[in-house]
């Protein structure tokens, strides 16, 4: 989709549009949403009707130094956005792209890393709670949350045989070797411990739930249907992909699937990972969230190919309903 046909559509997680340069503080804080989630583009010269006014030809140069000087000096560590013109009908535009970063979290160097990381979340820029900031440190590592180490329990106190009667059914064995190349558990100084995501896969965590409720009605209309409308494996696939891809690190909620007569709503918390966008999960891509659970998963046979839950379950809808 080219530039002109984005600014139609308006300011999303990954575009902002301005008429003129903004407060210094809200380029910084544009700038560092963006390093830290999917990155975007910062487009000056839109009018709030999203009409191409342009900016002075003649500014062009003095406007990209004083962005280029504004990120330097208020963002860190160093974002290195690309600074450029566009010519859209007869006007010429600025664009500041920035790319997602590979050292987050980012921040406002006057404001530290705890108060000055900002997510972009839909088409504003948020400020980032203790969690969030968590989460981009470990993405910083290359590390999920399920994949860090617990110490609230020993790995000799656990009971493993429900994972051990899973994976003999499938003909493998679960001892110390698989236990370590699926991360179920890590050594730290001479010490074996489980992960998060042992303790997460046998149920020892208290918010690891999913919780269902069965609700008299439909959700619009007043006449009911007795008619099974979703196929067995688009429900299979929704309930997997819930399952691997919520929020662990969020305690506070668990997963809920409330069943109507003419839908099934199933909630998992979490919102999409940084990374991704509606426009990109549609087309296919995977961004896994808890890597422990999805190997998992994979080695059980639950998952068949990485990043075709959406789409079966699409076509399982759409086949039935042909």
Known sequence: MNLLDLIQQGESKTLELKFRLPQHDQIAKTVVAFANTSGGKLVLGVDDQRQVAGVREDDIFTLQDQIASIIYDRCTPAILPEIHTANLQGKLVLVVEVFRGNLPPYYLKSEGKNHGTTLRIGASNRKADFDHVLELERQRRNQSFDEEICRDHTLQSLDLSPLE???AAQGKPLDQEKLKNLKLIQQ???TTWPTQGLLILLGLRPHVLT??????????GLQRTDTYEIPETALREALINAAIH???SNQGRDIKVGIYDDIVNIVSPGGLPNTLTMETLL???SEIRNRVIARVFKELGYIEQWGSGIQ???SACLAQHA
């Not at 919780?211 to 008299?216: G, I, L, T, W, Y």
């Open 283 to 285: 087309d296919g891509r």
């Open 312 to 314: 079966r379950i699409k």
């Open 165 to 167: 009667t899973r994976f």
């Open 211 to 220: 919780k269902c409720a069965r609700f008299k009605g439909t959700v619009k």
């Open 188 to 190: 730290e100084q001479g």
């Open 246 to 248: 919520r929020d662990y």
